[in-house]
């Protein structure tokens, strides 16, 4: 991060520390798209997702006397969000995900597209929703939060080589569990 965008971020949060709610209102501005984006990985529901998101927003303007000034705000963000996140999901157990967030950014060729796009969206989410909460926090956080393995350590509070393994465990089970859809992709690509 740039030394001016932190510059400016560390008087944010020091302004709402001392209760500017507007400074606060910023920085979720600021971080509310990338915590909304993981937490939808984690719950596989963007209302679910939102949700999270909005209690993570209340827990950390609660709780930001607890947050240490040299550390990455956006990754003790993400830790409230995907703990924020994973407390919903076991409230909701029973209620299968749902919507899975699509790219929006491609161009739109047809119906036929778009649908065996949604339809390939709601596999790989759905792949994603069978993980364990664990895994599924590392992957999550490294592949939609793009943060670093230590990082990832940092936010979950556990140490790298965990992050290590429980990466490597995810992705070894997404594989196994996409292997129809990446051959499928294959036939129709290929």
Same mark, same amino acid.
């Given at each position: 991060?740039?030394?001016?965008? $932190? #510059? ?12 500017? $709610?507007?400074?606060?209102? &910023? !920085?979720?501005? %600021?971080?509310? *798209? ?8 984690? @719950? ?5 997702? &939102?949700?999270?998101? %909005? ?8 709780? !930001?006397?607890?947050? %240490?000034?040299?550390?990455?705000? @956006? #990754? ?6 995907? #703990?924020?996140? +994973?407390?919903? !999901? $076991?409230? &909701? ?21 778009? /649908? ?13 929703? *069978? ?7 590392? +992957?999550?956080? $490294? ?7 230590? &990082? ?21 089970? +997404?594989?196994?569990? /996409?292997?129809? !859809? +990446? ?8």
């Amino acid at each position: 991060m740039p030394a001016q965008i $932190r #510059n400016d971020e560390n008087l944010l949060i020091e302004q709402a520390r001392q209760g500017d $709610r507007t400074a606060f209102g &910023e !920085l979720v501005r %600021q971080h509310q *798209a990338s915590v909304i984006a993981v937490v939808t990985r984690m @719950c596989g529901d963007i209302h679910l997702a &939102e949700d999270a998101a %909005q209690d993570a927003f209340i827990k950390a303007w609660r709780h !930001l006397d607890g947050y %240490q000034p040299n550390t990455n705000l @956006c #990754n003790w963000l993400y830790r409230i969000a995907i #703990n924020s996140a +994973l407390d919903i !999901l $076991r409230r &909701e157990r029973g209620h299968p995900g749902g919507d899975a967030i699509t790219d929006q950014r491609d161009p739109k060729p047809g119906p036929e597209h778009e /649908l065996m796009k949604k339809q390939r969206s709601l596999t790989i989410q759905k792949a994603i929703m *069978a993980l364990t909460e664990s895994n599924r926090s590392v +992957l999550v956080l $490294r592949e939609y939060g793009g943060m670093s393995y230590l &990082e990832i350590a940092a936010a979950l509070e556990i140490p790298l080589g965990t992050v290590m393994s429980r990466l490597n465990t995810a992705r070894a089970q +997404l594989r196994i569990s /996409l292997q129809p !859809l +990446l051959e499928e992709m294959e036939v129709v690509d290929g």
